[in-house]
């Protein structure tokens, strides 16, 4: 009797089975457009060191702004308003924010950016003095993490 039950079980899930694939169930769908955003999403970091190539990465987290901020990082909306007020030009970000006071000890901190931004490659390293010269600067928000 339980060698029956058995069958019949296997019976219905090869029966479902066939039926699915029957009704394409099982067929891939092929890729389409799924926004009308171009991709920004960028790979963030901040490491002790002078290189990018060669410093020791103490934090990283992923930020996308398309089509809402969101990711990773401790403040999605401000690090993306921030981007898009110099067009993901974090080059036009780095100047020193005025008024702040740091030593001129020598303890160097690289912040790098790793990915895309409204659908262009963006790839972005600098380093900063020490700690205190990253906050200072104008890239402290969207690397505030």
Avoid: K
């Avoid at 001129?104 to 003095?129: K, L, M, S």
């Amino acid at each position: 009797m339980r060698i029956s039950a058995v069958g019949t079980c296997l019976a219905l899930v090869a029966a479902m089975c066939s039926a699915g694939v029957a009704a394409g169930a099982a067929q891939a769908r092929p890729a389409g457009v799924t926004s009308l955003y171009a991709p920004s999403a960028l790979v963030l970091s901040v490491g002790r060191g002078e290189d990018p190539a060669t410093a020791t990465i103490q934090r990283a987290v992923v930020l996308r702004c398309r089509p809402t901020p969101y990711g990773d990082h401790p403040d999605p909306v401000a690090a993306c308003a921030e981007l898009a007020a110099v067009h993901g030009d974090f080059a036009a970000m780095t100047a020193d924010a005025e008024g702040v006071a740091c030593t001129r000890i020598w303890d160097p901190v690289v912040v790098t950016a790793d990915g895309v931004w409204e659908g262009r490659r963006v790839t972005f390293a600098q380093t900063f003095g020490n700690p205190c010269m990253l906050r200072g600067s104008d890239t402290a928000g969207v690397f505030a993490f």
